[in-house]
Nanobody, 127 residues
Framework: QVQLVESGGGLVQAGGSLRLSCAAS????????MGWFRQAPGKEREFVAA????????YYTDSVKGRFTISRDNAKNTAYLQTSSLKPEDTAVYFC????????????????????WGQGTQVTVSS
């Protein structure tokens, strides 16, 4: 069982930056692929970024490439999403999620494969 808690969201002006954190419970964090997703009002939850269990592989949705960076610190049981050059269209609730690396059938894992989710952190970008 893994419990995930996001933090770091807030209100920022366009062009600004935020660092989102995802703290995980448990001693097996390093065996999980981690993902970040977001859901804007009235829209479906969408994939943002993923990082492999050792951090050697990352994947981003096209709209955030070059602006967001996913990372992890397995010693601290924490995953991060560094955001920069934020745009109003980045406004959403951001969720982190985890799936056992050996259980995922694809890279990056399909959203439906993630079986642990955090409660989300709100990111609001003003124009």
């Amino acid at each position: 069982q893994v419990q995930l808690v996001e933090s770091g969201g807030g209100l920022v002006q366009a062009g600004g930056s935020l660092r989102l954190s995802c703290a995980a419970s448990g001693r097996t964090f390093s065996s999980y692929t981690m993902g970040w997703f977001r859901q804007a009002p009235g829209k479906e939850r969408e994939f943002v970024a993923a990082i492999s269990w050792r951090g050697g592989s990352t994947y981003y949705t096209d709209s955030v490439k070059g602006r967001f960076t996913i990372s992890r610190d397995n010693a601290k049981n924490t995953a991060y999403l560094q955001t920069s050059s934020l745009k109003p269209e980045d406004t959403a609730v951001y969720f982190c999620a985890a799936v056992k690396a050996v259980s995922a059938s694809s890279w990056p894992p399909n959203q439906k494969e993630y079986n642990y989710w955090g409660q989300g952190t709100q990111v609001t970008v003003s124009s």
